[in-house]
């Protein structure tokens, strides 16, 4: 009869966690508006070979490792994690998420059971430190790495802008950037560069690039070239009309950022502070705790409290997101 309230409340936990990383894995305006960047980059396509050609590319130098082949059975939705490994820029592959996410579980687990949680209790939570801790890491490498980019990225345009005004082609004047330009826009593109070198179409270059980054700022590029490459005209004065309205979107987004930042800490505050207090407490004195896995009448206020919480978390979250 015990181990009902405590795997109720052990399932309330991970459920209101899950949500509390749900509302602030980042709003979904961007994703809406990925999707119609998407739409837009679709009309303006060379054509279906190039896409054709970038999947055969990657289908071709795809080189696995057993512990790979493993992450990719066990892991959900193996694709989309691959794709977030790529984003980081770093060398990190499935078989290394998969051994840190289990690391992770096992010794968050082992510890917990060793000050005393009951074992369904224990494996609940280090299950969420397993999966969500290099979730979280990832998340934040990408971020970092996608706002360096876009810091740098104006500079690089406007670095093209010079280039073509002084009569080098646009094939040229990628590489001068790859070469000039530090940080992540620097290695994006040098690779596209080098991939024009071994063949590779710019599109085709571009599309992979735009695909592997996510961000809107480099899709807008994409799509700026490949309009101009049908109608014609000025790319010089079209780029550095992009690289205006670039700067104009990061001073938007460092204002906003601003302006919710004190939302932001009351509400990662709020919606941290009792899971702090309450692991101090059990660190403190563990029997005392025991009684909210044991009397119903605690596991209903700690059910009620963090159905509250998520309900309060996800607005705050909703609250503070912004289109831009």
Not at 12 to 31: E, I, K, N, Q, Y
Not at 100 to 121: D, H, I, N, T
Not at 256 to 267: L, T
Request: proline letters at 3%; charged letters at 20%.
């Amino acid at each position: 009869m015990e181990l009902l309230p405590i795997l109720a409340i052990a399932f309330g936990a991970f459920c209101v966690l899950g949500m509390m990383v749900f509302a602030f894995a980042g709003p979904s305006p961007a994703r809406a508006g990925t999707r119609r960047l998407t739409a837009v980059r679709a009309r303006h396509s060379a054509s279906s070979d190039i896409v054709a050609e970038a999947q055969l590319r990657r289908i071709s130098t795809n080189r696995n490792t057993k512990m790979d082949d493993a992450a990719t059975r066990f892991l959900p939705n193996p694709a989309l994690l691959k794709k977030r490994l790529a984003m980081t820029g770093k060398s990190w592959t499935m078989g290394q998420y998969l051994m840190a996410s289990v690391g992770l579980f096992v010794v968050a687990a082992m510890l917990l059971w060793l000050r005393g949680a009951p074992v369904l209790l224990a494996a609940t939570l280090g299950l969420f430190v397993g999966a969500g801790l290099p979730h979280f890491v990832v998340g934040w490498n990408i971020k970092r790495r996608i706002t360096q980019f876009n810091t740098k990225f104006p500079d690089a345009i406007e670095l093209l802008v010079r280039g073509l005004r002084s009569g080098l082609p646009i094939t040229e004047t990628i590489g001068v950037v790859g070469h000039e330009v530090k940080g992540p826009v620097g290695e994006e593109f040098r690779a596209i560069a080098d991939k024009m070198k071994i063949g590779r179409t710019m599109d085709a270059a571009l599309q992979e690039t735009a695909d592997r980054l996510g961000t809107a700022e480099f899709q807008f590029f994409v799509i700026t070239i490949a309009i101009q490459r049908e109608t014609g005209g000025n790319l010089a004065e079209t780029l550095a009309n992009l690289a205006d309205v670039l700067r104009k979107r990061m001073q938007m987004k460092l204002k906003i950022k601003a302006m919710s930042s004190e939302s932001k800490a009351s509400a990662y505050i709020i919606g941290s502070l009792p899971f702090i207090v309450f692991g101090i407490i059990w660190y403190i004195s563990g029997d005392y705790m025991q009684n909210f896995f044991i009397d119903e009448r605690l596991i209903i206020a700690g059910l009620g409290g963090l159905v509250w919480m998520s309900i309060g978390a996800f607005i705050m979250s909703r609250m503070i997101n912004f289109e831009i």
